[in-house]
């Protein structure tokens, strides 16, 4: 028993000493790492304490940046206005110049023009329009109905055609754009068409190719007329005003020239042949033509719908309603003073021409009927243009009499007359060489010199001796058959 307790002793003094030794140990090895612990803290507080200012710093200039920041849209802002206040102040001071100078420049176009037309009224040139027609369904789609027409923006008088990527310009009197409507054709011919009433010779055409638009420009549809209709409006419009001073009578005939046979449209027989004379007292008429008084714009509107009924028109590839003659409208106005008995006659032509055409294109080769019609279309055509080429060159011969058209239009073109040619245009690529053909004639009709046109006008002495000498010749009519021969024998010239 006394040798359990000590060896028990024994064991609690060895596990008391070996407690000892584990405390002490364990307490060597924490001083150890709180010794190791506190030195890698004073290596840290001393880092920290170096990088200190760099992060008081850093958190300065984080804050400044803050401010900067917040107030960089508010900066931004300004200096966008100012910029665009010192851009706009810069383009202000160029548009201001600009528009000086588009001003003198829009001043001189203008007095360009006057001079133009003084200069064209003292020479007697034949003015010279251009209309374009819209792109219509005609003109089908693709690549072939692109618009090659552009114009100036300044001057109303040029007008461009790209093809086969070369832009030519065009240079003629007036052009009318595409989005042009009748009422602005209209009035810029007024002041030509007023003349006739003052005595002047007057003629107006419309010339191009095949659906060009020249019908609808001269006609036009009954919601929309076109020259004929509101030309003789104005006539009646201008006779109302002066009716207090002027008394005056209008006649009208129409006439269409169908292979190169001339045809009067308001006759009992259309289809009957006219020809055409010379008048004893100077110009050219037509015996046998019907003349119709018009009194309004009613009895206007039958007689064109009677000449419209016969004149000929057909279906070809290029136009629906293709006119396949050559349509002349007569106006004769004759005036007379109430006061002084002075007397006035003038003449309005308008004219619509047929359209020239390809006879590939119009599809006329197969239709012997519309191949002949095309070909004397052509023809006659030609002969206008070997007419503009010697008055052109002013040569001594003129081959008026090549056809029935160039000389039916011998007074217009050669005579005392004032002259206005619209030339219609096709605005799409696959007509772009009918149209550069149609405005290079145009250019060529436009150098053309007629001389200063004057009036026709009698005083009332002339007048009197005039109807006199009517009343004269009027006598033999009433006579036998065997005394008018007798003046005959008398007027024959002696022998010697």
């Known amino acids: 028993m006394v040798q359990i307790k000590r060896q028990t002793e024994e064991q609690i003094e060895e596990l008391i000493l070996g407690k000892e030794e584990a405390v002490a140990e364990t307490e060597a090895e924490s001083e150890e790492k709180v010794r190791l612990m506190q030195s890698k803290f004073d290596n840290m507080h001393k880092k920290f304490q170096d990088i200190r200012p760099g992060l008081l710093d850093l958190a300065k200039e984080y804050q400044q940046l803050r401010q900067l920041c917040s107030k960089f849209p508010t900066m931004l802002a300004n200096a966008i206005q100012k910029t665009k206040n010192e851009i706009g102040q810069a ?191 100077g110009g050219l008429h037509v015996p046998g033509l019907t003349k119709t008084e018009v009194k309004c714009v009613e009895d206007v509107n039958d007689v064109f719908k009677i000449g419209k009924r016969n004149r000929a028109t057909a279906c070809t590839d290029m136009n629906e309603h293709s006119s396949r003659s050559h349509a002349l409208l007569c106006v004769s106005i004759s005036g007379k003073n109430k006061t002084t008995g002075v007397r006035s006659n003038g003449k309005l032509n308008l004219v619509d021409l047929a359209g020239s055409e390809r006879v590939d294109k119009s599809g006329s080769g197969t239709d012997t009927t519309r191949l002949k019609e095309a070909q004397n279309i052509n023809k006659s055509l030609s002969s206008l243009g070997d007419v503009i080429q010697a008055l052109r060159n002013k040569q001594n011969h003129i081959p008026y009499r090549n056809s029935k058209l160039t000389y039916l239009l011998q007074d217009s073109l050669g005579g005392d007359s004032k002259t206005l040619m619209v030339v219609q245009v096709s605005p799409v690529l696959k007509n772009a060489g009918e149209t550069q053909c149609s405005l290079s004639f145009a250019q060529r009709v436009r150098s053309v010199e007629l001389g200063t046109a004057t009036k026709k006008t009698d005083s009332a002495e002339v007048t009197m001796l005039r109807e006199k000498l009517a009343q004269y010749e009027d006598v033999p009519t009433y006579s036998s058959p065997s005394r008018l021969k007798t003046p005959n024998k008398g007027r024959s010239t002696p022998k010697k």
């Open 91 to 281: 383009i202000a001071g160029i548009d201001d110049n600009n528009k000086e100078l588009v001003r003198k420049y829009k001043k001189e176009m203008t007095l360009r023009k006057k001079y133009h037309n003084e200069l064209v009224d003292l020479k007697g040139n034949i003015r010279v329009f251009c209309r374009v027609r819209p792109i219509i369904k005609e003109d089908g789609g693709g690549a072939h109905a692109k618009n090659v027409v552009s114009y100036d923006r300044d001057d109303d008088g040029l007008i461009y055609v790209t093809n086969k990527g070369r832009q030519t310009s065009y240079d003629v009197d007036k052009v009318f754009q595409a989005s042009s409507n009748q009422e602005e054709v209209f009035k810029e011919a007024q002041a030509l068409i007023i003349s006739s009433i003052d005595g002047y010779n007057v003629c107006i055409f419309a010339y191009g190719q095949t659906g060009s638009g020249k019908t609808y420009t001269m006609e036009g549809p009954p919601t929309d007329p076109g020259l004929n209709q509101r030309a003789l409006r104005q006539l009646f419009l201008e006779i109302e005003e002066r009716e207090k001073e002027w008394e005056y009578n209008i006649c009208v005939s129409v006439m269409e020239i169908y292979n190169e046979t001339l045809r009067d449209l308001l006759g009992s027989d259309p289809s009957m042949k006219l020809d055409i004379k010379m008048n004893p007292e």
